[in-house]
């Protein structure tokens, strides 16, 4: 396909949805994902679309503003640099002998599997979390069961999640953080999160800077149930003092040396 073909046919599929992902135009249009992203460049470049994490969104008034969620095989290998540090600072706080929950999503699963040989019990219900520290982790898990929902990744039994589940601390992520809480778009990961947030005794949030400026509809958690938040430095003064204001303690990863 000619290369005005493709813009056009980016432009006319972003027209009737407000964010495509790399991979969804490379298998769409049938070309490599330097051609799609060449192409994204150059729509963005004529200031006819908007370049995001993992593709490109309509610009601001053709779709009104919404937070996507990303398939985790697209989104666990966007922002890898960020991810990665906050995992790695996130498991300075793991106390040894201890059981902890670890949420579903990208930035729990590299928490994951930055904790897989630690000498504690890790409960999860996500499916690639579970997968991987089954096959790489000598630490012991339980997992919990259920249908499988390939989108988020996680297992859910339909007459509910285990109530006598407790644990000293709860590591989740989210898909927007705002002065409210924990935002999601998804309503099983907002029962999951509020579900593990009552049985544990301290929540931890792992979520990149970019969280902080994406508004999905529903808050899954108030900001004050939060204990500590741990991001990269690519968080803005604004959402610093937004962190502090709700008594919030804040850990800002370091960027991990190469080796």
């Given at each position: 396909?000619?290369e005005?073909?493709?813009?056009?046919?980016?432009?006319?599929?972003?027209?009737?949805?407000?964010?495509?992902s790399?991979?969804?135009?490379?298998?769409?249009?049938?070309?490599?994902?330097?051609?799609?992203?060449?192409?994204i460049?150059?729509?963005?470049?004529?200031?006819?679309?908007?370049?995001?994490?993992?593709?490109v969104?309509?610009?601001?008034?053709?779709?009104?503003?919404?937070?996507?969620?990303?398939?985790?095989?697209d989104?666990?290998?966007?922002?890898?640099?960020?991810?990665?540090a906050?995992?790695?600072?996130?498991?300075e706080?793991?106390?040894?002998?201890?059981?902890?929950?670890?949420?579903?999503g990208?930035t729990?699963?590299?928490?994951?599997v930055?904790?897989?040989?630690r000498?504690?019990?890790?409960?999860?219900?996500?499916?690639?979390?579970?997968?991987?520290?089954?096959?790489?982790?000598?630490?012991?898990?339980?997992v919990?069961?259920g249908?499988?929902?390939?989108?988020?990744?996680?297992?859910?039994?339909?007459?509910?999640?285990?109530?006598?589940?407790?644990?000293?601390?709860?590591?989740?992520?989210?898909?927007?953080?705002?002065?409210?809480?924990?935002?999601e778009?998804?309503?099983?990961?907002?029962?999951?999160?509020?579900?593990?947030?009552?049985?544990?005794?301290?929540?931890?949030?792992?979520?990149?800077?970019?969280?902080?400026?994406e508004?999905?509809?529903s808050?899954?958690?108030?900001?004050?149930?939060?204990a500590?938040i741990?991001?990269?430095?690519?968080?803005?003064e604004?959402?610093?003092?937004m962190?502090?204001?709700?008594?919030?303690?804040?850990?800002?990863?370091?960027?991990e040396?190469?080796?």
């Amino acid at each position: 396909m000619q290369e005005k073909h493709r813009l056009n046919a980016v432009l006319e599929a972003l027209s009737e949805r407000p964010f495509l992902s790399v991979n969804e135009l490379k298998e769409n249009i049938g070309v490599s994902s330097a051609t799609v992203r060449r192409d994204i460049d150059k729509l963005v470049a004529a200031g006819q679309a908007r370049k995001v994490y993992g593709g490109v969104t309509a610009l601001d008034g053709i779709h009104p503003r919404r937070s996507v969620a990303l398939p985790f095989v697209d989104n666990r290998d966007i922002a890898v640099d960020a991810k990665r540090a906050i995992a790695s600072a996130a498991a300075e706080f793991v106390r040894e002998g201890s059981q902890i929950i670890v949420h579903a999503g990208s930035t729990c699963f590299h928490f994951g599997v930055r904790i897989a040989d630690r000498g504690i019990r890790v409960d999860t219900h996500s499916m690639p979390l579970a997968a991987y520290l089954a096959e790489h982790g000598t630490c012991q898990v339980t997992v919990g069961g259920g249908d499988l929902h390939r989108e988020p990744g996680l297992l859910y039994r339909p007459g509910g999640l285990d109530p006598d589940l407790y644990a000293q601390q709860f590591f989740v992520g989210a898909l927007g953080v705002s002065a409210d809480g924990i935002l999601e778009s998804h309503p099983l990961l907002v029962k999951f999160v509020q579900h593990f947030a009552d049985r544990a005794n301290e929540v931890v949030l792992l979520a990149d800077s970019r969280k902080f400026d994406e508004r999905p509809p529903s808050v899954a958690l108030p900001l004050w149930r939060v204990a500590r938040i741990v991001t990269d430095a690519g968080l803005s003064e604004d959402h610093r003092a937004m962190i502090r204001d709700a008594g919030v303690q804040l850990t800002i990863a370091e960027p991990e040396l190469a080796a």
